[in-house]
């Protein structure tokens, strides 16, 4: 079992950066896969980035490929999104995901067993 905290949503500029992360629980984290997702109001929640447990592999949607970066710190229970030069349309409500399942950019939301409360983020043009 695993419960998830998502902290560091905030406002920026467009071009700043923000690093989101997510603080797990649960004793077998280590062992379940890691992404996030986010939501923009009006749309579906849709898939950003996501780690394997070991961290050796990761997958990134098209729109912040290059941009974000994802990873992961087993020792401290907790996964991060790095946010580089993001853009007004990188604004949404980011939720933190795991899954002993492998998560890829065609997981459907809906197929992730673990959730985190979400963080706003509001980038600024």
């Known amino acids: 079992q695993v419960q998830l905290i998502e902290s560091g949503g905030g406002l920026v500029q467009a071009g700043a950066s923000l690093r989101l992360s997510c603080a797990a629980s649960?004793?077998?984290?280590?062992?379940?896969?890691s992404g996030w997702f986010r939501q923009a109001p009006g749309k579906e929640r849709e898939f950003t980035a996501a780690?394997?447990?070991?961290?050796?592999?990761?997958y990134y949607a098209d729109s912040v490929k290059g941009r974000f970066t994802i990873s992961r710190d087993n020792a401290k229970k907790t996964v991060y999104l790095l946010m580089d030069r993001m853009r007004p349309e990188d604004t949404a409500v980011y939720y933190c995901a795991a899954d002993r399942n492998t998560i890829v950019p065609t997981t459907r939301f809906s197929e992730i067993n673990y959730w985190g409360q979400g963080t706003q983020v509001t980038v600024s043009s």
């Open positions: 649960g004793r077998t984290f280590s062992t379940y896969n």
């Open positions: 780690i394997s447990w070991t961290g050796t592999s990761t």
